[in-house]
């Protein structure tokens, strides 16, 4: 049970992609440590927590690490973003963007659920980054490294290449996201 002592800052990240390219893996991946292998269906929305120690880099906050209630929260059934609504967006301080490295359309699909975030979320310029998960199979690879770092410099995002499966780099991903979330705090 956790009350509103128990941490200093609130904060919302929601997760945007493709179905199938791992959400729901990568957001218990990174809240209980755990990966199942199956589709894990989720009935309407819903969101993990997790108690993170947030210390800046760059030595603010007095060098004080800030308690910080993680929130992610996940697309279910609303994949097909001609049905997600402003609400479902309101309150969500950075974005994860999520395609599969052995899919290229959820690939190509970026751009649109961007644009899509772009038109629903709280602000004009909102801490976005890029993950190309399930980069355990190297073997059906559709997606070059290349290629994907060329968009996301495009686009000025961060691009992670992430596992849930393995865990690669998904805190790191999540910790960058948040890092650039809190600098404007
Ligand atoms: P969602 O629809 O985006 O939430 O996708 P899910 O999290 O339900 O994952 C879809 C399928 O891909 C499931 O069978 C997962 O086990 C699998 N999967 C998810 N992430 C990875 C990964 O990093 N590596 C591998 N090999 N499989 C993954
Ligand atoms: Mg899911």
């Not at 970026?110 to 038109?119: A, C, H, T």
Request: glycine share 8%; hydrophobic share 40%.
């Amino acid at each position: 049970q956790l009350h509103m002592g128990d941490y200093d800052y609130l904060i919302k990240f929601l997760a945007l992609g493709d179905s199938g390219v791992g959400k729901t893996s990568f957001l218990h991946r990174y809240t209980d440590n755990t990966f199942t292998g199956q589709f894990i269906s989720t009935v309407g929305i819903d969101f993990k927590e997790k108690k993170v120690v947030y210390k800046s880099a760059r030595g603010g906050f007095g060098g004080r690490g800030q308690r910080v209630l993680l929130q992610l929260w996940d697309t279910a059934g609303q994949e097909r973003f001609r049905s997600l609504t402003t609400a479902f967006f309101r309150d969500a301080m950075g974005f994860i963007l999520i395609f599969d490295i052995t899919n290229e359309q959820s690939f190509l699909n970026i751009r649109d659920w961007l644009s899509q975030l772009k038109v629903h979320a709280y602000c004009e310029t909102p801490d976005i980054i890029i993950c190309g998960n399930k980069a355990d199979l190297e073997n059906r690879r559709q997606v070059s490294t290349a290629r994907a770092k060329q968009l996301a410099d495009q686009l000025g995002l961060p691009y992670f290449e992430t596992s849930a499966c393995t865990s690669t780099n998904v805190e790191r991903a999540v910790d960058c996201l948040l890092d650039l979330v809190m600098q404007r705090i």
